[in-house]
């Protein structure tokens, strides 16, 4: 077979790139995630009517266009699952403008140039969860989970088709380009581990959110024009979900932020490390009456080990004749040292309903309480924001959430407040212009004067 010159090759990847950075621009990204479809050399995929402009690929036309494609590739499937991805990610971190040394997506170029890639520019984000089940039904084969480390270690049978899914961690912020960097090196090192087995394969690389939301635009002239400023659609992270033995759902756990702090360093942010699809349960465990979430971490606040657990406990209170979940325990284990904090007091709700308060923390709100006065506890400031979880009665999603503000707030009683005193104003001004009386007596004009005698 004729090998395509290089520079050719550099061409066509670099006119795939600049064809995503006039998407970025014309297409309209929110709810939206780009899809990249490319197959390891010698194959080709098959030519496909591209979507046209503005055109959101989801549901039939998707299934559509990843069963075609199978039909000419390897069906030896590679699936990079990322948190989020957006065509910003593309435009901002990519070789779009010929700086390839700066680039995050080296090796993603690099395997582009040596096939004919398909590239959906705007998928729904709400059908990137159906990628990997369309292809689990066109293959007849379940999907393997496993790291880019483990590849290398598989027994890669090609006589049968082979779905491969590796997650790949995201979050947006200062720190994005060093975090694409690395999936990019972990996409090129399981490429390299397929090359090195001889595995033929058909990679697709996509996000299960948008990392980045911008307004919806036309066409490109309008971004230079006048705009509507409108509120932008924040990407929802999933909650950190874990199932009984049945594989059930038995606890749901969310949150924005889980910050926490020590005397002897500042705050750290758990939620970027919770709900990105990498932290670890194990040890937890879930029954009728004590449900118990543990979150797993390493090298927290220089902290080797670190643990973060919530321990909840279903309890039938006869004056309620009801039974209610009550958050017994927050327990932070590190380096073989513990920190108890009891939050039966303010953390709890109805056993079929969830919890949810806006601030949760031993500082300001309150709901945690060092267990003892010596506990390791005092040394320890949490706060968790918008923060939910559920022990009991999960049925797939949060329950009615019980929140923990109390009907009249803050804001409620200064409304209240207010329209008393103007109804206090009102009031007294009526009873003044009550009480106003026309004069009995006037002084007649005809008549005489009064006199008023003047004395020395």
């Given at each position: 077979m004729?090998?395509?010159?290089?520079?050719?090759?550099?061409?066509s990847a670099m006119e795939k790139f600049a064809v995503l950075f006039v998407f970025s621009l014309l297409y309209t990204c929110r709810a939206q995630v780009p899809l990249i479809m490319w197959t390891s050399?010698?194959?080709?995929?098959?030519?496909?009517?591209?979507p046209s402009a503005g055109e959101i690929v989801s549901g039939a036309k998707l299934a559509s266009y990843l069963k075609t494609a199978l039909t000419t590739s390897p069906r030896n499937v590679l699936l990079f699952l990322q948190d989020e991805l957006s065509m910003d990610d593309f435009t901002a971190y990519g070789g779009v403008y010929g700086n390839k040394e700066d680039s995050a997506f080296v090796n993603l170029e690099s395997a582009l140039q040596a096939s004919t890639p398909m590239v959906l520019p705007a998928l729904a984000w709400t059908a990137a969860d159906s990628v990997e089940k369309i292809f689990q039904q066109e293959l007849a084969v379940p999907a393997l989970i496993t790291a880019a480390s483990e590849?290398?270690?598989?027994?890669l049978n090609t006589a049968q088709p082979l779905l491969l899914v590796i997650r790949l961690p995201y979050t947006a912020g200062a720190n994005s380009k060093e975090l694409l960097r690395k999936n990019d090196e972990t996409i090129g090192n399981v490429l390299t581990a397929l090359r090195a087995q001889s595995v033929p394969y058909t990679a697709v690389y996509t996000g299960l959110r948008p990392s980045h939301v911008i307004q919806d635009t036309s066409t490109a002239w309008e971004l230079a024009g006048r705009s509507l400023l409108q509120a932008t659609e924040p990407a929802v992270k999933p909650p950190v979900t874990f199932n009984n033995t049945e594989g059930k759902s038995c606890i749901l756990l969310w949150a924005d932020k889980l910050n926490v702090a020590h005397d002897k360093g500042g705050f750290f942010d758990l939620g970027s490390l919770t709900f990105n699809g990498s932290v670890s349960l194990d040890g937890s465990s879930c029954n009728e009456t004590v449900s118990r979430l543990v979150l797993n971490y390493q090298n927290v606040l220089n902290f080797k080990s670190f643990q973060l657990i919530f321990t909840m406990r279903k309890i039938f209170f006869p004056v309620s004749a009801r039974n209610w979940a009550v958050m017994?325990?927050?327990?932070?284990?590190?380096d073989g040292q513990t920190a108890n904090f009891n939050g039966s007091r303010g953390i709890y709700s109805p056993a079929e309903y969830s919890f949810h308060c806006q601030i949760v923390s031993n500082t300001q709100s309150a709901l945690l309480v060092p267990r003892t006065v010596t506990d390791n506890a005092t040394h320890w400031s949490i706060l968790f924001t918008d923060f939910q979880i559920q022990g009991f009665n999960v049925t797939g999603d949060f329950s009615y959430a019980s929140d923990c503000a109390s009907f009249f707030t803050p804001g409620i009683w200064m409304g209240l407040l207010t329209s008393l005193l103007m109804v206090f104003i009102l009031a007294y001004g009526l009873h003044m212009i009550m009480q106003l009386h026309t004069m009995d007596r006037f002084d007649d004009p005809k008549g005489p004067s009064i006199s008023v005698p003047q004395t020395e």
């Open positions: 004729a090998e395509v010159p290089s520079r050719s090759r550099c061409s050399n010698g194959y080709t995929l098959p030519t496909l009517l591209e590849i290398s270690q598989l027994q017994e325990r927050v327990q932070l284990n590190y």
